[in-house]
Every structure is written in structure tokens, then in C-alpha cells.
């Protein structure tokens, strides 16, 4: 079974720091995809950011980015220029072709003035 | 906008009772995906449904079944309420277009609060 872990429940950033959110998951595929959800106080879901599991070239979005190592099983978030409206938990999770997604505990991101 | 629609957005009921959660995917999707979210916790995946049919289960209960209808909307059935089934529940819809992933598509959620 597919599992994804984030060690670090809650995490706090200063405004326009950069800040790393940890992420590591369990599979025997080797063809997947990776995510990065935000989950602001709305409690709307959005995707942030994905990572085809065949791409080596880490994806980048605007601020965000992230640090893929595929043998470590290693999927980090990195959040460059922090702003307030960053504060949110932020999920990873890991899906493949057609199956359902499966969510981290998430980590709760706070941004300090 | 999402393009997933949930309804209602909120919803309190007692104990024992059944409520029933709708959702309309985005057009042109036909997976909807149904999940749970207690509070402060991760999402819990329930049920997947692909074009009317059921496609896999999570950690559903009895108490809880879902349909896909041929329209392609679905609904979740849960009964027999309990105080510990309150939660904010998600439908979401699987994006298949080029450039997008397999990312999920998110509806606003339910908030259910059982009394």
C-alpha cells in the first residue's frame, strides 16, 4: 500500500523567508505522480504544484518548487518569498493512473509579519 | 473555481439520522472521487466511482454507500449518524487533460455536524 508521510506537523516562516515542507512516501511503482495541496482556513483544496514521477527536471511554480529525489522517495516543497497568504496546511500526496489520491497528515504552515 | 459542485455546504443533523451529500464533477469528467476530512486531520479517501460504476474503496463504512448516476453526479448516503461521523466531506473529480497531471479537482466540501 501507498503511504505518504509528513514529519513535521506545524511549520512557521518569516514574511519573505523561504521555508521547506518535508514530504515521503512508500511505493513499489515506479510510475506516478506527486502533489502539493494548500488547504487555506476556507478549507478549499488547491493544487499548488505536481511532479510526474518519470520527469527528473524538479517542477517549479512561480515560488514554489520542489526538491524530487525518486531512490529517496523524497518529494520537499520549497516556498520562496513567503507571504501571508501562504499560512495554510499543506498536503502531499501521491496518486497513480486512475487510482484514487492518497493525502499526507499535513503541515501547518504559519507566516510571521 | 474548481468546477466541482457540492451541495449542501453545510448540513447539521442528530444522531441515527441519514443525510445525503451531492456532487456534480467538472464537465467532462467521469471519475468522482468521495473523501473524508476529520477535523485537523488528512483526508481520508472513501469511495471512487468511474462512469457509474464503482471503481475502488477506501475506509468506508457500512453505514456509508455512494452512487454515480448517468449523468455523472454523485451522491453519498450516510445513516445511522454518529457524533464521531462529523467531519468536512470532499468530492472530487479526476482531471485528464494534457498538462494537468491526474491532480484532483476539489468541490468546497460539505461541513456535516452530527448533534
Known amino acids: 500500500a501507498q503511504t505518504v508521510t509528513q514529519s513535521q506537523p506545524e511549520m512557521s516562516v518569516q514574511e519573505a523567508e523561504t521555508v521547506t515542507l518535508s514530504c515521503t512516501y512508500d511505493?513499489?511503482?515506479?510510475?506516478?505522480?506527486l502533489f502539493w495541496y494548500k488547504q487555506p482556513p476556507s478549507r478549499q483544496m488547491i493544487l499548488v504544484i505536481r511532479?510526474?514521477?518519470?520527469?527528473?527536471q524538479n517542477a517549479t511554480e512561480n515560488r514554489f518548487s520542489v526538491n524530487f529525489q525518486k531512490a529517496a522517495k523524497s518529494f520537499s516543497l520549497k516556498i520562496s518569498d513567503s507571504q501571508l497568504g501562504d499560512a495554510a496546511m499543506y498536503f502531499c500526496?501521491?496518486?497513480?493512473?486512475?487510482?484514487?489520491?492518497?493525502f499526507g497528515a499535513g503541515t501547518r504552515l504559519t507566516v510571521k509579519p | 473555481d474548481s468546477g466541482v459542485t457540492q451541495t449542501p455546504k453545510h448540513l447539521i443533523t442528530a444522531t441515527g439520522q441519514r443525510v445525503t451529500l451531492r456532487c456534480s464533477p467538472r464537465?467532462?469528467?467521469?471519475?468522482v472521487y468521495w473523501y473524508q476530512q476529520s477535523l485537523d486531520q488528512g483526508l481520508q479517501f472513501l469511495i471512487q466511482?468511474?462512469?457509474?460504476?464503482?471503481?475502488a474503496k477506501g475506509n468506508i463504512l457500512e453505514r456509508f454507500s455512494a452512487q454515480q448516476f448517468p449523468d455523472l453526479h454523485s451522491e453519498l448516503n450516510l445513516s445511522s449518524l454518529e457524533l464521531g461521523d462529523s467531519a468536512l466531506y470532499f468530492c472530487?473529480?479526476?482531471?485528464?487533460?494534457?498538462?494537468?497531471?491526474?491532480?484532483?479537482?476539489f468541490g468546497s466540501g460539505t461541513r456535516l455536524t452530527v448533534v
Open positions: 472530487a473529480s479526476s482531471v485528464v487533460s494534457q498538462g494537468e497531471g491526474l491532480a484532483l479537482s
Open positions: 511505493t513499489s511503482e515506479s510510475d506516478y505522480y
Open positions: 511532479q510526474e514521477a518519470y520527469k527528473q
Open positions: 500526496a501521491y496518486r497513480r493512473s486512475g487510482n484514487d489520491m492518497r
Open positions: 464537465s467532462g469528467d467521469l471519475s
Open positions: 466511482y468511474y462512469n457509474g460504476e464503482e471503481r
